[in-house]
């Protein structure tokens, strides 16, 4: 029995019976696996919220009462019941629906959301409008999978509790977060797992809220039974529901950390027997770093709750023991954290995807950069690409980059990283950044001899004349086509010049570049404003030296593919070209 092909809105489902809906449970999941396998995304967080999501859709009225899905994480079966179940069964529609709540796509969302902790924060502030308008309905959060631990559902706990009205927080315990869960909070839901919620030691109740807990957290029954008990209540509580992360496909129930999220294919994948050994930016990493702690017992390796977004395997952290900390889905915190661990002798390396550096601004500026503590911080993922709206990767330079104090390095292959890395760990000066390479490993084969205490230093890689192509870390490559390029087709001998800094401007080289140059192009895996290439178009502002600036546009792209964008933003060596030939006087020879 496929019940799914009933179920065009939360109005078929109400008409189910159990049996139906343990069905359509099971239709669900073969929803999950099937979008997965095509388009990749993630797993285990939706799997394991299957009968959570019926439940909540058969006895809610949305989008009356309304929803707010923390991180997205666990909006799959959401999606599918609210009439978007062909972008899940239909490859021809999978890619019309994202992987994350979307009020474009239909009234059931009301955000879209791609970080975590927020969900509170946002269905307080739902509650409170209602409030003041002076309507009634139900606003429901559910959190969860780890983003318990991040600092804004601290606060929106806080604050979600002095609402005198209809407030529900539906806890999705699963007992992971995207690798284990870390900090003191989860030892108390520990503790109410094990009583069934009934320990006098209860977060939820001593920040103010009222609490339930459900201990079948896949059982469709017992969860309409708890739903229809706070429907409607006018007091904020707490549901607390234990889950089985992964449920339904055993891969992902055995190896919960793996399986949070996956690649297109992975059900199509044979066992990999294979031993051969493939040299990446993390095993490079994770290499240096086990060679380092073992010399010096101050080096600790830090993530926030996201390892395997940097190859930080459970091996890996294994081996550092307690010389490794994941502090949770607590970015703001691994900051400070980071920035006292170096202002009292340690050697601290934290590793943090670019999109989310964006949380730690504050802490970037104030507790790291404005102690100017000898922190090194490594981000990944930084560049132009093809990713969602959520998780855009092309504001970490200017972000980092216009702080005062902070060192933020790029590096073009693995020799300057490895050299970049080390200069970081072992000096005492500045607060130090390095943005790790994105792609396959590329490597000069020369050791790379940098004095990186001389700050702002570019490398000038060859010198030509006329034009000057300056190409940061991931564009270096393309700054090296676009100089065999101008060379085809104009026989113009172009200077090439790697920065290595994003943070400031090397003035002499720049200087320079006038006697024999008339035009500079600066490339930029990033969005151009507030870029380490306007610090070059200011400085060239009052002379007559032209640059043209290559980056991304300041606008939120949506899984826009990657040469689509490389058209738009003309990060071409044609386009590249085409544009120099329009700005200075050609002989072709």
Not at 199 to 205: A, E
Not at 349 to 375: E, G
Request: net charge negative; glycine share 8%.
């Amino acid at each position: 029995m496929i019940v799914l092909d009933r179920i065009n809105s939360p109005e078929d489902l109400k008409k189910l019976n159990i049996e139906e809906m343990e069905c359509l449970a099971g239709d669900i999941r073969n929803g999950i696996l099937t979008r997965v396998n095509a388009l990749g995304g993630h797993l285990g967080p939706d799997l394991g919220i299957v009968e959570v999501t019926i439940a909540m859709h058969y006895v809610f009225n949305s989008p009356v009462d309304k929803f707010v899905f923390d991180v997205s994480h666990q909006v799959y079966p959401h999606k599918m019941i609210t009439g978007r179940k062909r972008g899940f069964l239909n490859p021809l529609e999978n890619f019309e629906i994202t992987g994350y709540s979307n009020p474009k796509e239909s009234a059931h969302d009301n955000f879209i959301i791609g970080h975590t902790s927020t969900s509170v924060s946002l269905a307080t502030g739902l509650a409170k409008a209602r409030d003041l308008k002076g309507e009634k309905y139900n606003v429901v959060a559910l959190i969860g999978d780890g983003s318990l631990s991040g600092g804004q559902a601290f606060e929106g706990f806080n604050n979600a509790a002095m609402l005198d009205s209809n407030m529900i927080v539906i806890v999705n315990d699963n007992e992971m977060s995207i690798a284990e869960n870390q900090g003191g909070l989860y030892k108390n839901l520990a503790e109410l797992r094990l009583t069934k919620g009934a320990t006098v030691n209860n977060f939820f109740k001593t920040m103010g809220f009222d609490y339930m807990y459900v201990e079948e957290g896949n059982d469709i029954e017992k969860l309409i039974e708890a739903f229809e008990k706070v429907k409607d209540i006018e007091k904020p509580i707490v549901v607390h529901v234990r889950t089985l992360k992964g449920k339904g496909y055993a891969p992902a129930e055995e190896n919960k950390e793996i399986y949070h999220w996956q690649l297109p294919g992975f059900l199509d994948k044979k066992e990999d027997t294979s031993t051969s050994f493939v040299e990446n930016y993390y095993t490079v990493t994770n290499d240096y770093i086990l060679r380092k702690q073992a010399e010096d017992k101050t080096v600790v390796a830090i993530s926030a709750a996201t390892p395997g977004a940097y190859g930080f395997t459970k091996d890996f952290r294994d081996k550092l023991g307690e010389n490794y900390t994941d502090v949770g889905i607590a970015e703001e915190h691994a900051i400070a954290y980071a920035s006292a661990l170096a202002t009292n002798g340690a050697k601290p390396i934290l590793a943090i995807m670019s999109s989310f550096v964006q949380r730690t601004y504050d802490q970037l500026s104030q507790d790291l950069s404005l102690n100017n503590s000898p922190a090194t911080i490594l981000v990944h993922w930084g560049g132009i690409t093809s990713a969602d709206a959520t998780h855009l990767c092309v504001f970490d330079i200017p972000l980092i980059s216009n702080i005062p104090n902070i060192v933020y390095l790029s590096p073009t292959c693995k020799e300057e990283y490895l050299a970049m890395l080390d200069w970081s760990v072992n000096q005492t000066d500045h607060p130090v950044a390095i943005r790790v390479p994105s792609g396959q490993l590329v490597s000069s084969g020369v050791e790379d001899k940098t004095d990186y205490s001389k700050l702002n230093k570019y490398e000038m890689v060859e010198k030509g004349e006329k034009v000057a192509i300056i190409g940061a870390g991931n564009f270096f490559g393309l700054a090296k086509e676009v100089k065999q390029e101008l060379k085809r087709q104009f026989n113009i001998n172009s200077t090439l010049i790697n920065p290595k800094f994003l943070t400031g401007i090397d003035e002499e080289m720049l200087e320079s570049l006038k006697a024999q140059h008339s035009l500079v192009i600066t490339l930029e895996d990033g969005v151009l404003d507030g870029g380490y290439s306007e610090k070059i178009s200011r400085f060239y502002s009052q002379s007559d030296m032209k640059v043209l600036n290559y980056g991304a546009k300041k606008e939120f792209t949506d899984r826009v593919p990657l040469a689509q964008l490389y058209e738009r933003y003309r990060l071409t060596k044609e386009l590249i070209a085409e544009d120099v030939s329009k700005l200075i006087k050609i002989e072709v020879i």
